[in-house]
């Protein structure tokens, strides 16, 4: 299945719910990472841009999880909400 990151809350959330489909706890998951339980808290409230590569690769790891990076358009509009509305003229963007 894919999911789709693009804020720290999103990598928090995946983190927390594959941990918990897998039967561990923070501290589990921390020691296994060799990392403070505090550190896996942060984490999964989505404070995941303070983590290092290697923090990152490691946690992968241990959750089973596979990343697959695309690289965003940066010219498309950053809202969502105007995507497919028409601009000022009546033509669509």
């Known amino acids: 299945m894919?999911?789709?990151?693009?804020?720290p809350r999103d990598w928090g959330?995946?983190?927390?719910?594959r941990r918990i489909d897998l039967g561990m706890t923070q501290s589990d998951l921390a020691e296994r990472i060799g990392k403070a339980r505090q550190w896996v808290v942060r984490f999964e409230s989505g404070h995941a841009g303070s983590s290092n590569l290697d923090s990152l690769v490691k946690l992968l790891d241990v959750l089973e999880l596979e990343v697959d990076l695309a690289v965003a358009d940066d010219s498309a509009?950053?809202?969502?909400l105007f995507t497919d509305a028409p601009s000022a003229g009546g033509v669509e963007r």
Do not use: A, S
């Open 2 to 7: 894919k999911m789709f990151v693009n804020t």
């Open 13 to 17: 959330n995946i983190v927390r719910d």
């Open 77 to 80: 509009d950053p809202d969502p």
